[in-house]
Structures are given as structure tokens and as C-alpha cells.
């Protein structure tokens, strides 16, 4: 990913949902010296061929097309670089990531975006009930648009995650969730009948305009087109249609709305925010720690109360709805989710010219 869509995919990363644990993620593991990154031989590392192994038992595929293909995946010491968390301690800070997200040229381009794909917008609202500007924001938060959908190729990324993650705690399940992205790009390659090397995508193996990691390819992705082909990197109607069935898998309900702000007077309801990204409570058992700022707020939903952190500046507490965390299942930050609702909204404001958004 850009340095702009650096918190965004971080976050993702390492609060991945789907890990796709395979039977030889417990492969046996090289330690590196510390701070010394250690290129994989990718011809001759006992772990791709157990690896393969796995991959031909599995799957049945042929192992010298499997050793040709590793013969050619290339280290990529920028992923090494570039996957690296942030370094931890600074408060976040909900408006500066606002600032950077939803902003005059990202909103441009949402416009343009809109107007182009207009009737995919609306068939993929009429198919899944999600309207375009939740889909055209978590594009533009995810890609610009398909600008910065990345250009790495995604067997380099996966291989080199897969085996040479860098030395942190959580590094052997981050190098089992990569190997078993690696089992999938393949098997989608496969089943696509494209050449593994032609998925390309960002640092962390996401592929396309919606930035599908390979095991989300093959569980949500659509052929919306109707070209006969899945394809996030070269088809933008693909991946409308695809981000909008992920929501919907995902819990997404037609109609329901997604956030309404608490009243500042709420106090610290810090307790009450929602881990485990599902809305549980109704408006009555919420109402002693929880005050809704406008009074339509629906008493018949459930909610999650969520935070979002202002530096050294108040946080907002705001109450969200299982359409609101459907999203986050896409990236579990409530800023990332927030940001998708905001930049939608902009991008439907600017085009209906500030009709109802
Ligand atoms: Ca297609």
C-alpha cells in the first residue's frame, strides 16, 4: 500500500479475520539473527518444499509446475520494510486520520468513479443492498480508486511473508496466515486459468481495486461484468460487485443505517465498547451510561458503542449497528470503518450537488 493508506492496512493486517491456518503452517521455523533479514531460496528452503509437498498432496498439483513457479518468485525486501508495524505509543487521532482520507482530490475522484460505474452502482445495490456510497468509499478508501492498488507481484509477497516474516511476537501465526494466502493465490490462479504472476496487489498481497487478499478472492469475489472472469485488478465493475457481496456475507442488512453520535454529556461509557464487533444492546440498557445526541434515533436496533480517539481531544463515542460492523469485517478499525461511511457521504454530497446523503 502508499504511505497514505499505511494505518488503514496495517490495521488490517494485524487484525486479520480470516486466517486461512493450513495443516503445514506448523512447518518448522528458521529464527533469524535479530534485525537481519535472511533471503529465502525459494528453490531450496526445506520449507517451500514441504511447502509443495503439502500443495501437490493437497490439491493435486504438479510438482515440477509448483518448483518452476518458486524457481521464479522473487525476495521482497520492501514488504520486510513495509509490513513492519508502526512504532507503538502515539495516541491516535481520529480527525487527523479523517483529514488524510477524506479529502478534496480522494473525493474528486470519487465523483468521477461514481459517474463512470454509475449502473454497476446501482445493480450492485439492487442485488445486495448495499448502496453505492458505502461501496465507492471503501474503494477510495482502499485504493484511491484504483490508483494505488499496488504493484507488487503477489507470489513475491506471499512467498517472502510466508517465510522470512519479519522477528516479532506473532511471527509464526503471521507466517502461517501468509503461507495459507499463498495456497489460495494459487488455487485462485489456478481455477481462473491466469498465470500465478499476473496477481499483483500491495506489500501485504491484496489484490485489486477492493484489495482482496487471495482467500477473500475466492470466497467473495464476482464476476459482475460478466466476462466469465474474477478480476479486481483490471475489472472496477468486478470489484463493486465483489465489495458489495463481502458485505453482505459479512451481516450487511438492506435499509438498516450505520452510526448516530452519543451526546457529549454521556460521561465514560469505556466499558461498554464493543469487541467483538457485533451490535448486543438495545437503547434501554445503554441509556444509563449512553445518551443518543438526536432524539429519532431508532429504539428498535441494537447497537455496539464504539470510540474514536482524539489525541489529547475528547473522544467521540458513537453508537453503530451491525451494518456499521459488517464493514469493519472488511478492516477491523472502527477509524477505517468510519472513514469508509464519511468518504462516501462527501463523495454523494459533492455529486447530488448536497442532496440527501
Ligand atoms: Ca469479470
Known sequence: MLPTQTLARLTQLFFCLSLTLSPWAKAQDSTPVENEIVAVDFQHSGEVIAF???????????RSELETTFAHVSFCDKCLQLIKPAPAGKVKNWQVYRA???EPQRIKAGVEFWNKYAA???????QYGVPAQIIVGIIGIETVFGKNAGKFRILDVLGTLGFAYPDTANRESRMAYFRGELEQSLLFARESGIDPFSLTGSYAGAVGWGQFMPSNLRAYGVDFDGDGKIDLRNSPIDAIGS????LTQHGWQTGMPLVFPLAPTSGHPENLIAKELHATYTLEQLSP????????TPNQLLYGLID??????LTEYWLATDNFFAITK????YFYAMSVIELGKAVCHVRSLHAEC
Open 52 to 62: 509443495i509437498d503439502y500443495m501437490v498432496s493437497r490439491h493435486d498439483f504438479s
Open 100 to 102: 488524510r482520507f477524506i
Open 120 to 126: 454497476a452502482l446501482i445493480q450492485a445495490e439492487k
Open 243 to 246: 465489495v458489495a457481496n463481502f
Open 289 to 296: 451510561y449512553a445518551t443518543p445526541a438526536q432524539p429519532d
Open 308 to 313: 474514536l480517539q482524539n489525541g489529547d481531544n
Open 330 to 333: 472488511y478492516n477491523r478499525s
